[in-house]
């Protein structure tokens, strides 16, 4: 069968939420991918952010085919192996107090959202408490976490949403002082702005607000979701700032491609808030998500991923800097780790460079604000990024 009967019979079946690029992907190993028709392709996306350990890691194939053979599913009425092992390494790298897993990073801010409001209720016995969330943030399209997104275009067509949220200008601390309430539970923002167009939260605004969250009883929730497990050199980009979160989000390289998310909490928020009945899910830290979340703690620590992240993320910011250098319409570059974006000068589309890039065998992203986004799988070597540094200089 063809490629295009391919897409024609999905374009058939699916509901158009994506404007997919035509290529249909059959296959991949390390940091590389294969279509149907043979066609290889440098993956500096590695699925928004998901496969970390890149395609067809043996070892992280064998630890989900054990599982397999083992056990599946059950529910939460009952303990499994995974679930304590997955629960325990996430704590250990994080240094927090509690988890709970879900199946997504949307439904992780989703709980985050409700033990927020659950720690508020039970401190002061009222209802009606408020979220500070941050403009051009992006956490999710379920309407909890819609809510909090400061993007209008992403919110309009499904009001009303939410109530009780704010917007605050990120890495603006007085912006954020001036929404800040006697109703306020909690400031929600990502460590490092991933959709809004890689924006890293600046040292002092990030203490600034941790601060505030002290000095006022409320909480501090760090989305780590796209910038959290290993994507910055440290298990988690805020572990660099010299903060605490009393709740995080993770996802995406959580499961390395087997759907997981988690939201974790510090000893404050785990003593008050959420009680058995407050919340709950189906496949949430089911013993397949579980084994795969263990294994991918396992395998980053017998890799040193981090380690290697840190000595390969200069190398990749030193040629994106000399790109940048030899094409007047490429403006900036900024972020952390291997979490990178490049400014696009208006009037010249990110979407026709990123198909280009594709002609040329890379699959690069974009970010809000006409900016490439870079987010290779953490394995990359110094040979690939050359490699991608000279497909994308064809495609400019």
Not at 247 to 252: Q, R, V
């Amino acid at each position: 069968m063809n490629e295009q009967t391919y897409i024609d019979r999905a374009e058939q079946a699916l509901l158009h939420t994506y404007n997919r690029f035509p290529v249909v992907l059959e296959k991949g190993k390390g940091a590389w991918l294969e279509d149907v028709n043979g066609k290889q392709y440098l993956d500096f996306g590695a699925g928004i952010g998901v496969c970390a350990l890149g395609y067809g890691d043996p070892d992280f194939e064998e630890a989900l085919k054990n599982q397999i053979s083992r056990l599946l599913h059950t529910s939460n009425l009952y303990y499994t192996v995974p679930l304590a092992e997955a629960a325990e390494k996430l704590l250990n790298a994080s240094g927090l107090s509690r988890v709970f897993f879900t199946n997504s990073g949307t439904e992780a801010v989703e709980g985050a959202i409700k033990a927020a409001r659950k720690y508020a209720f039970l401190k002061d016995g009222q209802t009606g408490h408020e979220i500070v969330a941050m403009r051009q943030s992006f956490h999710g399209r379920s309407v909890g976490a819609l809510s909090v997104t400061g993007n209008e275009h992403y919110q309009e067509p499904f009001r009303p949403l939410m109530g009780g949220v704010r917007f605050a200008g990120f890495n603006d601390l007085d912006s954020v002082k001036e929404q800040i309430n006697d109703k306020t539970c909690a400031i929600l923002l990502e460590t490092v702005q991933g959709e809004g167009g890689i924006f890293p939260a600046r040292p002092e605004f990030l203490k600034g607000i941790q601060a505030l969250c002290e000095k006022k009883d409320i909480l501090l929730i760090l989305d780590e979701i796209q910038c959290g497990m290993g994507r910055t050199g440290s298990w988690f980009a805020w572990q660099q700032y010299g903060v605490k979160p009393d709740l995080m989000t993770c996802a995406k390289a959580l499961g390395c491609g087997i759907p997981v998310g988690a939201f974790v909490l510090g000893e404050k928020a785990a003593r008050r808030s959420l009680e058995p009945g407050d919340h709950g899910t189906t496949y949430g830290g089911n013993p397949f998500a579980c084994a795969a979340v263990s294994a991918v703690f396992d395998l980053f620590e017998e890799r040193e991923l981090l380690s290697h992240v840190r000595e390969v993320t200069p190398y990749l910011e030193q040629k994106l800097d000399a790109l940048i250098e030899r094409h007047g319409f490429l403006k900036e570059r900024r972020g952390r780790g291997l979490m990178q974006g490049v400014q696009v000068e208006d009037g010249r589309p990110v979407g026709k460079i990123l198909q280009r890039a594709l002609e040329n065998g890379l699959i690069l992203l974009s970010a809000e604000g006409n900016v490439l986004r870079f987010l290779p799988p953490l394995i990359i070597t110094e040979e690939e990024i050359d490699e991608m540094i000279r497909r994308l200089e064809a495609s400019l």
